[in-house]
Antibody
């Protein structure tokens, strides 16, 4: 079974740091780009960050650029999100999400086809 | 960033009803549009990709249509397990953006 399991969430004070982990199993982790997506309490889904297969290319939402760092270790089948200078507005469930490429009519389309169960980050004093 | 707007934000329907949810992009995204279903306390699941392709394992009562800026998700005959929140998402450009969600509730 293809599975993603997040960990590392918790309560942190504003300005603090937290490192989220995502353990992948049941598929060839090194073959997939990966994403982090978050969802604030009672809110919608927000894409946070993406990393390519070998970790050489990373992309971030403007709201976290310069504060969050995505990384991976393909030998350990693990994805991370280092979160620094945390703010109250970073409070959310953070999902690890596998980047999927579908080919339709000769074109490539992208999305998420496997999600973790989420880990909750609460930023509060 | 591309803004995605769904309507309605919520709807009430009965089992067996035909349900339609719309999603509008702030600029043309061709067919780079996905639909997800999310139940309370659970991660989302992809239903439709590339605007109209049914994801493997998703029930055939779900269908998607549209291209450019206007898209539709249709549930042909609503089932009890379909009561959930549905999100559209564009993958035309980074950052990926989602609609605000449409909550489908029991009438």
């Amino acid at each position: 079974e293809e599975q993603l399991v997040e960990s590392g969430g918790g309560l942190v004070q504003p300005g603090g740091s937290l490192r989220l982990s995502c353990a992948a199993s049941g598929f060839t982790f090194s073959s997939y780009w990966m994403n982090w997506v978050r969802q604030g309490p009672g809110k919608g889904l927000v894409w946070v960050s993406r990393i390519n297969t070998d970790g050489s290319t990373t992309t971030y939402a403007d709201s976290v650029k310069g504060r969050f760092t995505i990384s991976r270790d393909n030998a350990k089948n693990t994805l991370w999100l280092q979160m620094n200078s945390l703010r109250a507005e970073d409070t959310a469930v953070y999902y690890c999400a596998r980047h999927k490429k579908w080919e339709v009519g000769g074109n490539n389309y992208f999305g998420v086809d496997v999600w973790g169960q989420g880990t909750t980050v609460t930023v509060s004093s | 960033d591309i803004q995605m707007t769904q309507s309605p934000s919520s709807l009430s329907a009965s089992v067996g009803d035909r349900v339609t949810i719309t999603c509008r992009a702030s600029q043309s995204i061709s067919s780079y549009l996905n639909w997800y279903q999310q139940k309370p306390g659970k991660a989302p699941k992809v239903l439709i990709y590339a605007a109209s392709s049914l994801q493997s394992g998703a029930p055939s009562r779900f269908s998607g249509s549209g291209s450019g800026t206007d898209f539709t998700l249709t549930i042909s005959s609503l089932q009890p397990e379909d009561f959930a929140t549905y999100y559209c998402q564009q993958s035309h450009s980074t950052p990926w953006t989602f609609g605000q969600g449409t909550k489908v509730e029991i009438k």
